[in-house]
């Protein structure tokens, strides 16, 4: 009974300090990252007794120094719903992490425990209706300021949401089809199956253009560069203008946790997850024949590293995208998601539907 | 346990729906009416049924009523702007169509507290999905007729002001 209390807050507490410590890491890579594309030094000050690592004690000293500013908020603010706004942004940005798997089924003293914080048979809707809560947040925030500037800011963020999750919505139902399963452990043990013999069925290989569907509407459903209209932090000014201190804080915290979240998706559909090319639950086989037995205990680290790898490959290629591409038009980004994305979203599940009859006829 | 935790929901969403009618400020009813439909897709969780659940809040919480909270916030901005209802006297109808809608759930439902539940995993989509498409297929076509009608409506009426 204890035992599986402590399994179960494990999972949970696992789940957790990765997402929330990537995400306050994502703000020193953001930093150090666009300095090297753009050929700066950066942050490198902060320091504790002269010791400096390369600015990791940035995002110690930011937190630090918004707990300790003024939390203003205006007159005429709705008092409830401006205090309320930024924690309902990082709660679905927090929560939403839960049924994405890190890991296969660990098999530990007699025991079996699924690595993923809960194990729901409708993961990837659940993934997927937190996110589309997080809006809620936003909304609030640019309605309860009492500020024309944040109230537009709060509009364009409900109607880039929106025109963001219907592509997400109908881009991974192709996801779903192929692999049979809305449980993203099933998901992610499907692409462990080969192709032809030699290659890993990810989704990527099966999936290709649902995959640039998903990854582009994700980049959007984030609100960050190249689809920042809810903030334009360089000339308008966004949903959070009113805020100040931690509760400013957490609206970026909440962004960088939902890079988190849909890095881990773009990962466990498209990128095989856990799946480390070739490498079965005894060990690695080869296509040549060639075989490297592997205890559980090896395998299983290496499968969840393979995880945490893949994901901050995907944030790698998400941060390079945020610092390459200028911010689209308003009225761009709104076409783009229901003149682009939508449409070809519905083709690929078309597309996917045949393609799967006629794979079963032959 | 379970039980706790239906009443603790069941007050919930009983709460918000109150506050939903009784709040004179339309986005704070908006906001409540989230929570309402939240609190039921958990009651839905408790009874197994996870996609009905998951659709609930996607469909409901997350599309619908964003849209909802959006057309609030274009056309009521400030709270100031709300005056007083000029349909005042349907207002008064509402009292006796909402008695007899209370009487006619209460007779449906009062007549099913005996019965057994409904056989099937209902949190399964796929069971969910070959029960639609077979048993359900009218009334499933018949809904997406509906609303696609009213989608075409809605064309009409915007280029009509165009």
């Not at chain 1, 998901?187 to 999936?207: D, E, F, K, M």
């Not at chain 1, 946790?257 to 559909?269: F, H, N």
């Amino acid at each position: 009974m204890i035992a599986d209390l402590g399994i179960a807050f494990g999972r949970v507490a696992f789940v957790m300090m990765f997402v929330l410590n990537l995400g306050g890491i994502l703000t020193w890579v953001e930093r150090k990252q666009s300095a090297i594309m753009q050929d700066r030094i950066g942050a490198n000050r902060a320091s504790i007794f002269g010791l400096r690592l390369l600015g990791l004690f940035h995002p110690l000293a930011d937190a630090i120094k918004m707990l300790t500013k003024e939390d203003f908020r205006p007159a005429r603010a709705d008092r409830f719903l401006f205090g309320l706004a930024p924690f309902v942004s990082v709660f679905f940005a927090l929560v939403a992490f839960a049924s994405i798997p890190f890991g296969d089924t660990l098999r530990v003293a007699g025991r079996e425990i699924p690595l993923q914080a809960v194990t729901l048979n409708v993961g990837i809707l659940y993934v997927f209706a937190m996110l589309s809560l997080g809006v809620y947040g936003v909304m609030m925030a640019g309605w309860s300021s009492a500020n024309n500037y944040a109230l537009l800011g709060g509009q364009r963020a409900a109607a880039l949401m929106i025109s963001a999750e219907i592509a997400i919505g109908a881009s991974i139902m192709g996801v779903v089809m192929v692999y049979g399963s809305l449980d993203m452990m099933d998901i992610v043990r499907g692409q462990g199956t080969l192709l032809w013999g030699w290659l890993p069925a990810w989704g990527i290989v099966t999936q290709p253009l649902a995959f640039v569907l998903f990854l582009t509407a994700g980049i959007a459903a984030t609100k960050r560069i190249p689809f920042d209209m809810p903030e334009g932090e360089s000339e308008i000014i966004g949903y959070f203008v009113e805020y100040s201190g931690m509760k400013f804080g957490m609206f970026a915290m909440a962004d960088f946790l939902e890079t988190v979240v849909i890095a881990g998706m773009t990962t466990s559909l498209f990128l095989g997850g856990w799946q480390v090319p070739y490498l079965a639950a005894e060990g690695f086989r080869f296509p040549g024949g060639a075989a490297w037995a592997l205890p559980h205990l090896v395998v299983v680290p290496l499968q969840v590293g393979a995880f945490v790898g893949k994901v901050c490959a995907v944030i790698f290629f998400m941060m390079l995208v945020r610092w390459t591409l200028p911010r689209f038009r308003y009225d761009q980004a709104m076409r783009l998601g229901w003149l682009g994305l939508f449409p070809l979203s519905v083709l690929n599940i078309v597309l996917t539907g045949l393609l799967l009859l006629a794979w079963g006829a032959a | 346990m379970a039980r706790a935790a239906f009443f603790v929901l069941a007050a919930l969403a009983t709460g918000s729906a109150l506050g939903l009618i009784l709040k004179k400020n339309a986005i704070h009813g908006a906001l409540f009416l989230v929570v309402n439909l939240g609190s039921i897709a958990v009651l839905y969780l408790m009874l197994g049924a996870e996609f009905l659940a998951a659709a609930q809040v996607i469909v409901y919480a997350g599309a619908i009523m964003v849209l909802f909270v959006f057309a609030i916030m274009v056309l009521i901005p400030g709270k100031e702007e709300t005056g007083p209802d000029p349909r005042r006297a349907y207002r008064l109808l509402a009292l006796p169509l909402g008695a007899a809608l209370l009487l006619l759930l209460g007779g449906v439902v009062a007549g099913r507290l005996g019965a057994p539940a409904a056989a099937g995993a209902a949190g399964d989509a796929g069971a969910l999905g070959r029960l639609l498409f077979t048993r359900y297929l009218f009334p499933f076509e018949v809904t997406s007729v509906l609303l696609l009608a009213a989608m075409v409506g809605v064309l009409l009426l915007a280029r009509r002001g165009a």
